[in-house]
């Protein structure tokens, strides 16, 4: 028969031996916090979208997709972020975070980095095509509206910037960064980012049948995502400002919202996926000039 002091050493809990249930899913958490992440993130944005429209809601488009759909699928990356920070890292996780969210003291040359690339490639190859093409002229509406697309655009991309790069940048980019170069991190964090955009994309059709559907949301997903969250990375790299971070997504949610609000003619064909092909070639280009310019890396020295 057991002794007292035998049955108190069966049902002691040795410090960082996990038992049951519950401490063997932190350990796991603790031993692979991205990848734990990058599952919750999923999980969230794409179970609320079948929660809330059904199967079918994965091959949604921005347009046909309900506000509730819209919210789960924005929702997931923060709140994933910050589930795995308390459990992951505590309160001191919490507070480091809060730490770079409020680091603003960065330099006025990064604040016009993180406020003009996206706009710039995006405003640069929608003239140069409208000038060229008549067909990719943006539809003119008159000024009242205009100015409230332009509200509307601008309150959205803060607020969906804000929600993304609280798990984003706020949880998964440290970590890859210990493992990973710029390029490399901005790469695995690009092509997930690409993918978890999927249900906003995924019914996007070529009306003309010219090119595969496939094709064009491939497009859509991984031709310009990539390489602008390898610039984002960089920026963060330099300036370890989530504030930063947050301000440099927003005027690229801002951007592409305009312009699909205010419409334009080349909806079907090669005309259909050129400005993002475009838009791809810019951001890769800006990647090696800048990689140029810093000795042929993109890591912080």
């Known amino acids: 028969m057991a002794t007292a002091n035998q049955r108190r050493r069966d049902t002691t809990l040795e410090p960082g031996v996990p038992t049951g249930a519950g401490n063997g899913i932190r350990s796991f958490l603790s031993r692979h ?23 079918g809601g994965m091959f949604s488009t921005g347009a046909t997709m309900p506000v509730a759909g819209g919210a789960l699928l924005t929702a997931g990356p923060s709140v994933a972020g910050l589930a795995m920070t308390v459990l992951v890292d505590g309160r001191e996780g919490l507070r480091r975070l809060g730490s770079r969210l409020r680091r603003w003291q960065v330099g006025v040359r990064w604040y016009l980095v993180a406020f003009l690339t ?45 929600l993304e790069e609280l798990g984003w940048t706020g949880f998964a980019l440290p970590r890859l960064r210990r493992r990973f170069s710029v390029l490399a991190t901005g790469l695995v964090m690009g092509l997930l980012w690409g993918a978890w955009h999927f249900p906003m994309f995924g019914g996007t059709t070529d009306p003309s049948g010219t090119l595969p559907n496939l094709l064009v949301v491939a497009v859509f997903l991984f031709a310009w995502l990539p390489p602008y969250r390898v610039l984002m990375v960089w920026v963060y790299d330099r300036t370890q400002s989530l504030l930063l971070a947050i301000l440099m997504h927003a005027p690229i949610s801002a951007t592409t919202f305009v312009l699909a609000a205010l419409g334009s003619e080349a909806t079907s064909g090669i005309p259909l996926v050129a400005p993002v092909l475009i838009w791809a070639a810019l951001l890769w280009l800006i990647v090696g000039v800048v990689a140029w310019a810093n000795g042929g890396r993109l890591t912080h020295r």
């Not at 969230?44 to 979208?49: H, Q």
């Not at 929608?126 to 601008?154: C, K, M, Q, W, Y």
């Open 33 to 55: 916090p991205v990848v734990s992440y990058y599952m919750l993130v999923f999980a969230i944005s794409w179970g609320g979208i079948v929660l809330v429209m059904g199967p």
């Open 118 to 162: 996206g706009p710039a490639v995006i405003g640069a190859t929608t003239l140069g095509l409208s000038l060229a093409f008549h067909e990719f002229r943006p539809n003119f509406v008159p000024a009242a509206d205009t100015f409230g697309i332009v509200v509307a655009g601008v309150a959205l991309g803060l607020m969906v910037s804000l």
